[in-house]
């Protein structure tokens, strides 16, 4: 789906990566939900893509994509198929783990001790691209972007800021 770009605030991309959905073989409910939660926030999404749950297919999102911001959504459990995480992980300058120890403590509240089986991340590649890794339900897009949505500013002016004080 082609979404038009028509905003003046931090360019996004949705991302979901399943085997599944790019088969045809089901909806996609959370791609859907995490493009409108943003473009209700104010925020510019240049589109929504869904790709297999393959390493080649997710680096060529990370090299290709020309969005500030990618939002991956699936591949941060312990299967053997979900590889986003190690993709994004392996090929970044910087992770911050804040991100997925908050997003996964909010996941206990709700859901208990199955919040650990995630491994959602939030991290910089080498060109300033921020990268976040969420898992692929409705709830956990709901939750992730809430918490991305409230730092994002703010860990963009970092990523960019070479010389000068911080801001307060």
Known sequence: MVYTVNCNTHLFKVVVVSDTILAGGGVDISGEKAVEILREK????SGKEVV???YRDILRVLRSSQERVIVFLGGTGPSPRDLTVDVVESTAWRCLPGFGELFRYL???KIGVRAVLTRTTLCIMHDGKIVVVLPGSPD???LGLDIL???IDHIIEEVDRFEGPHRK
């Open 107 to 109: 996941t206990y509240q």
């Open 140 to 142: 956990a897009t709901s």
């Open 42 to 45: 104010g925020f510019c999404v």
């Open 52 to 54: 297999g749950n393959s």
């Open 149 to 151: 949505i409230q730092v």
